[in-house]
């Protein structure tokens, strides 16, 4: 993995957020966005929703009830997004990074993997199926979007966090697939406690050196 780096990127808190204002943000960012802007990382917490990637099959969708089911352009089939998960959106410059698509994957999820290690518990990835395991479980979904050299979309990380809605669905398109919270697995039940370890463990996977902003992006639709 890289060592930490010293090219900065803007690390900007959301707070809780609906889904799509978000989503059209990290668009308009990555569309409007030269070889000289910062890489950005977002952090946000959604309100419940489940999306649908762009290979996503409908009929993964078992029964989303009262929940919003949203298509949407990252990669992947249908997952979960609800209060007491940490979603995290790096939107960076892969040509800038010298990474591919896989490489940037493979990064996320070692950064994930190095955050539960801390707190001693030990985690894996699964071949052809993204995201960070549990003895089986799910704790950490994974899907992006590349556009014009650079990504978008990103991580969800369950924390603390209702997992019902998940049995409405396939999660990530696996009939029967477990998913596990870090409090489940004995870790912290706070959302808040973790993201300083996730945001230093990124930085340090993908060789960024984290700048804390207190400015949140403009979720104000376009005319």
């Known amino acids: 993995m890289a060592a930490p780096g010293t090219r900065p990127w803007i690390v900007r808190e959301l707070g809780r957020q609906p889904y799509e204002p978000v ?14 802007t910062p890489d950005e990382l977002w952090l ?6 489940f999306t649908l990637g762009q290979a996503g099959k409908p009929e993964h969708v078992l029964a989303a009830g009262d929940i919003p089911v949203l298509s949407v352009d990252r990669g992947g089939q249908v997952t979960y997004h609800g209060p007491g998960q940490i979603v995290a959106y790096p939107l960076v410059d892969l040509r800038r990074l010298g990474l591919g698509v896989r490489e940037l994957v ?9 955050v539960l290690a801390g707190l001693g518990i030990a985690a894996a990835r699964r071949d052809g199926a993204p995201g960070i395991y549990v003895d089986g479980a799910k704790v950490m979904a994974l899907g992006l979007r590349v556009r014009r050299g650079c990504s978008f979309h990103g991580l969800a990380f369950n924390v603390a966090m209702d997992l019902e809605p998940f049995q409405r669905i396939n999660p990530c398109g696996f009939q029967g697939l477990e998913v596990t919270t870090v409090l489940d697995l004995g870790g912290p039940g706070d959302p808040a406690a973790l993201k300083p370890a996730l945001v230093q ?3 340090r996977t993908l060789g960024l050196a984290a700048d804390f902003s207190p400015d949140a992006p403009d979720l104000t639709p376009s005319a």
Do not use: K, N, Y
């Open 201 to 203: 463990a990124l930085s």
């Open 23 to 36: 989503w059209r943000a990290m668009q308009r960012f990555t569309d409007a966005r030269g070889p000289d």
């Open 44 to 49: 946000v917490e959604h309100d419940p929703v």
């Open 106 to 114: 493979c990064r996320i999820e070692q950064a994930v993997i190095d």
